[in-house]
């Protein structure tokens, strides 16, 4: 079975960045200059019929797509312009994704993949980029289902089936990483998907088979010291350590400094005769830090040997420049701190035992190891507290399983990784950084100018938003954006845009009443009021917007302007219901009843049928303290609008004043059951209830708008009024005690806004 040089590995290994990198190069000597959105033909009969884009002569594929979506934009094919906009997103945010990676920024690089296969969700690649990345950050469950979805439309991609075969792998599942790995190398020879096999055909214990891969790619790439230190490895984590040894010694007849071959040996041969190889094993690493004087494994295992021995002196020494070598390593830290304490040094080994607690938590060693220290110096309540760590480390180790070892092909990807960072990584030209976030920029607007033109406004809004991100500076965004957010009724993400697109372009009076009305919805009068006054003279008879310009003046303290917009509602619409009903809304807002009630009144006789008109009635006579008006309002309301919520509530309460119980218990307790989060409909019904002597279920509400409302002091005192009713003393004078200090605080309250008023 042939199989190719070594480098295909890196294609397989998740070095997507470094395979990106490689487009750059000759591409950042021709700058991008994306055009934004171009203009429309005028009419359809006018049209020419839309050609096939010409093919780009540059090499890049970003820019060709962009250019190709550009040509179908100008011609009016808009599903083609689209799929192209996305294409080019999704390849230009792997591009961003590739640099990130390369600075070691993985998360930032895995958002940026998330965000190009949310783009354009055709793009299979993007996917492959986006599992090789969560592969790389450990969320291998993320990868998996990135795979699995990639294989669900295309199932015959090796790189997808061997990278969801190492999954398997490192889950423990072998059956399952045969299966994927099997079907990836038949499908391509590839050194890594060969190695993986070869890997999970050992886990397994199908030695002939792992053995049979391993010569076939001795046959193809050629016998080298490499070579036979990669397969002892795949040896030694399989357990077949008397092979492990053989391929190992392979290696060093070939180069007899090939890096680690003896620091492996010397551990394969530590695992295989234990203390009898103590004097050989030392050779072996003494030899490796001949020529690779910083190997970690070679300092620590002669710490190790020199510690079997009693020599604590040099194995201190081992062990420090194992800590040196690898600054995280809890196991250095752990075996000095037990030579520390092995010498008596017991104030040394907590220092170091406390570092590899620090570096580790979870290792049980260590705490049970520093507690011995701990208790020999007499600190014994600490000792205590790391004994009981220790215990509970145990008791999670026996409950959970064990993580299988995988080396998989790990010195064939750090040496690829470090090959692509050395070879393949240049500097990044700005000009290049410049043209990618360009383009990003302006497919995100040009592709909601797209979906805009289809009334898909929300997700219009959205792509704005995206190209605000990468190409603030684009002209028309503001106003394109703000537009389709507030289409989507998205008004406070219209705000900004807008306000932005009217600073700077003043004259604008369309985008003026479009952020004009998003303060308004927004409930920001004083905005609102700042941008509508200078459209009041050429406002358009709307009466919408009217009412919003004559609410917004009139809450903003502008109480003459605000009576010129309404009287001018009404004179362009004397006949209309609806705008007396605004007016008579303004009106009630503004705590001006009688006029309120009068257009409310006027309303009702053009439509009697006009939802609201007898709702806004019902509340002006509630609030003068006109109960049978407000009754016989609220129930028209409820002929007219059968289920109104506001209503049946309203006139639940009327009917609580009026002392008919019968009436309002129902009407309340559908309130609740429509608006279960309502605290005040829960205090209404349970005082109801109780007054009805229905303790129980008046309890149940009483206690339910305390914990809505837990400020209101009056639920409270009803609450404590029900459970002295029903024998629970104490919980009553909680109650009533809650009660009364809630009555103070607002007390105080309102005094000090008094005395603040008065200064």
């Not at 070679?298 to 420049?321: D, R, V």
């Not at 205090?683 to 109780?690: N, Q, S, W």
């Not at 409302?709 to 009024?721: D, T």
Request: with cysteine.
């Amino acid at each position: 079975m042939p199989f190719p040089v070594f480098s295909s590995a890196c294609r397989n290994w998740c070095c997507f960045a470094s395979l990106c990198v490689l487009s750059w190069i000759g591409f950042s000597d021709c700058p991008l200059l994306y055009a934004q959105q171009k203009p429309q033909p005028k009419s359809a009969e006018k049209r020419p019929a839309a050609p096939k884009p010409a093919p780009s002569t540059a090499k890049d594929p970003v820019e060709a797509h962009y250019q190709a979506a550009e040509t179908f934009q100008l011609t009016a094919d808009f599903p083609k312009a689209e799929i192209e906009y996305r294409r080019t997103i999704s390849l230009a945010l792997a591009r961003l994704a590739a640099v990130r990676t390369l600075a070691g920024d993985e998360r930032n690089a895995i958002e940026l993949l998330e965000a190009a296969v949310k783009a354009d969700a055709t793009d299979l690649d993007a996917r492959m980029n986006l599992a090789a990345a969560e592969f790389q950050t450990g969320d291998l469950k993320g990868a998996k289902d990135v795979l699995l979805a990639v294989l669900a439309k295309d199932e015959g991609r090796p790189a997808a089936r061997s990278l969801l075969g190492k999954i398997f792998f490192m889950e423990g599942d072998y059956n399952r990483a045969t299966e994927q790995l099997q079907t990836a190398l038949a499908a391509e020879a590839d050194i890594d998907i060969a190695y993986s096999l070869a890997l999970a055909y050992l886990k397994l214990n199908r030695v002939q088979e792992a053995t049979n891969v391993f010569d076939e790619m001795l046959t193809s790439l050629g016998s080298s010291a490499e070579l036979h230190v990669l397969i002892g490895r795949a040896y030694e984590d399989g357990n077949q350590l008397e092979l492990a040894a053989v391929e190992f010694q392979k290696a060093l007849a070939l180069d007899p400094a090939a890096v680690r071959a003896h620091s492996y040996l010397g551990s394969v041969l530590l695992r295989q005769r234990g203390e009898a190889a103590l004097a050989e094993a030392r050779q072996e690493f003494v030899a490796e830090l001949e020529h690779n004087p910083t190997d970690y494994p070679s300092h620590l295992n002669l710490g190790i040997i020199h510690s079997k021995k009693s020599e604590f002196a040099l194995a201190e020494q081992e062990f420090i420049k194992a800590a040196q070598a690898r600054p995280e390593s809890a196991e250095a830290e752990l075996e000095l701190g037990r030579t520390f304490s092995a010498e008596g040094k017991l104030a040394q080994a907590v220092k170091a035992l406390e570092k590899s607690v620090e570096l580790d938590a979870s290792s049980r060693p260590a705490h049970a190891a520093l507690a011995t220290a701990l208790d020999s110096l007499g600190k014994h309540e600490e000792a205590q507290r790391e004994v009981e760590i220790a215990r509970r480390i145990e008791t999670a180790e026996g409950a959970s399983q064990a993580k299988p070892s995988a080396v998989l092909s790990g010195e064939l990807r750090d040496r690829m990784k470090a090959r692509g960072s050395a070879e393949v990584a240049p500097k990044v030209p700005p000009a290049y950084m410049a043209g990618l976030k360009e383009a990003l920029g302006n497919s995100y607007h040009n592709l909601g100018v797209i979906l805009a033109q289809r009334s898909e406004y929300a997700e219009a809004s959205a792509l704005f938003a995206d190209a605000g991100k990468w190409s603030p500076g684009i002209k028309a965004l503001d106003r394109n954006w703000g537009t389709a957010a507030f289409r989507a009724q998205q008004y406070k993400v219209a705000i900004l845009p807008l306000a932005r697109h009217v600073a700077a372009s003043p004259q604008d009076s369309a985008a003026r009443q479009m952020l004009a009305l998003s303060y308004f919805m927004t409930e920001d009068f004083a905005r609102a009021a700042e941008s509508f006054r200078p459209l009041l003279a050429v406002l358009p008879d709307n009466p919408s917007l009217l009412y919003a310009a004559g609410v917004s003046l009139a809450k903003s303290g502008e109480s003459k302007a605000a009576s010129e917009i309404f009287e001018r509602m009404i004179a362009r619409n004397p006949d209309a219901a609806e705008v007396h009903l605004f007016l008579a809304e303004a009106y009630a807002d503004g705590k001006e009843d009688t006029k309120a009630l009068d257009e409310f009144l006027k309303a009702i006789a053009i439509n009697p049928k006009l939802p609201g008109a007898n709702y806004g009635a019902g509340m002006v006579e509630l609030r003068k303290g006109s109960l049978d008006e407000a009754e016989r309002y609220f129930r028209a309301e409820l002929s007219v609008n059968p289920g109104d919520v506001s209503s049946e509530y309203r006139l639940g309460y009327v009917l609580m004043s009026q002392r008919k119980l019968s009436e309002a218990v129902p009407l309340l307790s559908d309130v609740v059951g429509k608006r279960p989060s309502d605290a005040d409909a829960h205090y209404e019904l349970g005082k109801a209830l109780l007054e009805n002597g229905d303790l129980k279920p008046a309890i149940a509400r009483l206690e339910n708008a305390v914990r809505l409302k837990p400020e209101e002091p009056l639920a409270y005192y009803q609450l404590s009024l029900a459970y002295r009713r029903d024998g629970r003393k104490g919980e009553a004078d909680a109650a009533l005690g809650q009660y009364e200090k809630l009555k103070g605080k607002r007390s105080a309250s309102a005094g000090s806004e008094r005395n603040e008023a008065n200064n």
